[in-house]
């Protein structure tokens, strides 16, 4: 059985058409922009596509259900204010301040497996951040830059590709789990659960309880 895809932030499709190429399938996609939209309609047509990341999951959608629990939550989030073009504000930024919907999500849904993508400069604009967000839902991380040049095309166009996967923890599926305010797990104390991340020269997210 092929593993299940969301997509945020899923633009004209190009993540979700590479891991359909790898066997998956696309459960859901969310996009705001009207012409992307209009883009994934033409080729995921039986797909549902949801306009507001902030929204996703916070209310019942379409009748009385929330979206499909997927197995691999995946999106390039907005890149404005990570890209040494932008207005360096990281992940406090207006725009790519959207991550923190991605981060609300992953500790709601625990997907088997996380990918982001964006520019080169989020390595030192914010992947420490997100590498310990991760390390405290429990997954480790692996990442890596790739340039389009690399697969065959005619230009550079390097983008930062990060791959999280659950550390001993499992997956626990079906449900919506209790956070606290910050989006840890509550221990049957009440108390949030800790983890420690430090990071290795290979590139991989470890973590210590």
């Avoid at 790739?146 to 449900?175: C, D, M, N, T």
Wanted: glycine letters at 12%; one cysteine or more; charged letters at 20%.
């Amino acid at each position: 059985m092929s593993l299940r895809v969301g997509s945020l932030f899923a633009g004209i499709g190009g993540l979700d058409l590479g891991l359909e190429r790898a066997g998956m399938t696309v459960a859901w996609q969310c996009e705001k922009d009207d012409y992307c939209t209009e883009i994934l309609n033409q080729h995921w047509p039986h797909t549902p596509v949801y306009d507001d990341v902030r929204s996703l999951y916070r209310s019942p959608l379409r009748g009385s259900a929330y979206p499909e629990t997927p197995d691999v939550l995946c999106g390039g989030f907005p890149c404005q204010d990570i890209s040494l073009a932008g207005t360096g504000g990281g992940l406090s930024g207006e725009r790519s301040g959207l991550w923190w919907e991605f981060d609300r999500l992953i500790g709601l849904l625990r997907p088997r497996y996380v990918l982001v993508e964006n520019v080169p400069a989020l390595a030192y604009r914010g992947l420490d951040a997100i590498c310990g967000r991760l390390a405290a839902y429990g997954y480790d991380a692996e990442w890596q830059i790739v340039s389009a040049a690399a697969v065959g095309a005619p230009h550079l166009r390097e983008r930062l590709f990060l791959v999280a996967y659950p550390s001993g923890i499992g997956r626990k599926q079906g449900r919506i789990h209790d956070r606290g305010h910050d989006g840890a797990e509550s221990s049957p104390n009440g108390e949030h659960s800790r983890t420690v991340a430090y990071t290795s020269s290979t590139g991989r997210e470890k973590q210590n309880a």
